[in-house]
């Protein structure tokens, strides 16, 4: 059974249509990465999942329970890191756990024994009794998160969870959600793609309130690694190197990148054997008598696919 099932969701504010009807499932135990450009429509569909925002239109079920029927319990089943965590500055951070257990009607040693678990999780155990105001971005951070995870929610829904943390945090807290990821389900939202291509195992790419693309990183990037991409750097005018490459058999285009200090950085790309393609340049270039600096065969990254379905950014 999906955990999250949406279907069909719209989001208007005024006239401007946020959400133009986007639909997809989680099921448990998957960490889905949900990305777009900024204005894409993210954190609207956050909110509705949440119960912050009410849609337009369409209909959300988590774990069995419509979003719009039965909030009160979608709000016990899920955690929620938003993109700016409202936390208390005068209260301690236990204190601040303490008060949001208590908010989920938690008690007594359960509520004890669970800010003792996220205090651990997140490691903030030097921390727990110093008061929220004098804690460093990342500190205040991991205290989001572990009042996402207060109350051992079904779903896990974390906006931006790495931001402000230093590299080392940054890495402790991917490793919490694989973690949490494993008989949970989690839904990450980041700007960051290598970091949802490390922790997700499927993404979604919203562009103007729409879903572009659904599938495993590995998929996605498939599609644009079809054919072969060359990066080459030559000592030559930048239009000579074009010129050369684009008469090698199988080309379909070849991109400028740089011209520094008179050598010539280019993009190739041709509907052929990667390892072909490479041994084909180099001897264009070798009968040209023109010097190759460099030439390294590319894969697309999920960021190649995140900019190839969301250049368009003309709607705001
Ligand atoms: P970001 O990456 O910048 O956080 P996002 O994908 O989370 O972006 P949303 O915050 O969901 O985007 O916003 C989607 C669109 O809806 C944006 O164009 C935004 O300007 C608009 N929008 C969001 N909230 C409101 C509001 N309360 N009133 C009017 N327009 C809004």
């Known amino acids: 059974m999906a955990m999250i099932q949406v279907e069909e969701l719209r989001k208007n ?45 369409g209909r959300a079920v988590v774990a069995g329970h419509d979003i719009l029927e039965n909030s009160v319990e979608v709000r016990r089943l899920l955690g929620y ?3 700016h965590t409202p936390l208390y500055e005068d209260l301690s951070v236990e204190g601040y756990l303490r008060y949001c257990g208590r908010l989920r009607r938690m008690s007594g040693s359960r509520l ?7 205090i651990g999780l997140t490691d903030l155990g030097p921390k727990s009794r110093a008061l929220i105001k004098t804690l460093s971005k990342g500190y205040r951070q ?15 829904i974390l906006d931006e969870p790495t931001v402000g943390l230093d590299p080392n945090q940054v890495m402790d807290v991917r490793q919490l959600i694989r ?11 980041s700007h960051i793609l290598s970091e949802v291509e490390a922790v997700c195992g499927r993404v979604l790419i919203v562009h103007q309130g729409r879903i572009v693309a659904n599938g495993a990183p590995a998929t996605l990037t498939s599609e644009l690694n079809r054919g072969a991409t060359c990066e080459v750097v030559a000592a030559c005018a930048p239009e000579r ?5 684009s ?23 041709a509907d052929r054997d990667g390892s072909e393609l490479a041994a084909e340049l180099a001897r264009a270039l070798s009968q040209q008598s023109i010097p190759l600096l460099r030439l390294a065969p590319e894969r697309a990254t999920l960021e190649d696919v995140f900019r190839s379905l969301t250049r368009d950014t003309g709607r705001k």
């Open 81 to 83: 890191l938003p993109e």
């Open 112 to 118: 004890s024994d669970r800010i003792r678990a996220v």
């Open 247 to 269: 008469a090698v058999g199988g080309v379909t285009s070849v991109e400028p990148r740089s011209f520094e200090e008179g050598r010539a950085a280019v993009r190739v790309r």
């Open 13 to 57: 504010y005024g006239s401007f249509r946020a959400l133009q009807g986007i639909s997809f499932t989680v099921d448990r135990g998957e960490i889905l990465g949900f990305l777009g450009p900024n204005g894409a429509g993210k954190t609207t569909t956050m909110k509705i999942l949440t119960g912050f925002l009410n849609p337009s239109g």
């Open 142 to 156: 991991r205290v989001g998160i572990a009042q996402a995870l207060l109350h051992e929610p079904e779903i896990i």
């Open 241 to 245: 190197l074009q010129g050369e490459l």
């Open 179 to 189: 973690d949490v990821g494993r008989d949970r389900t989690v839904i990450l939202c």
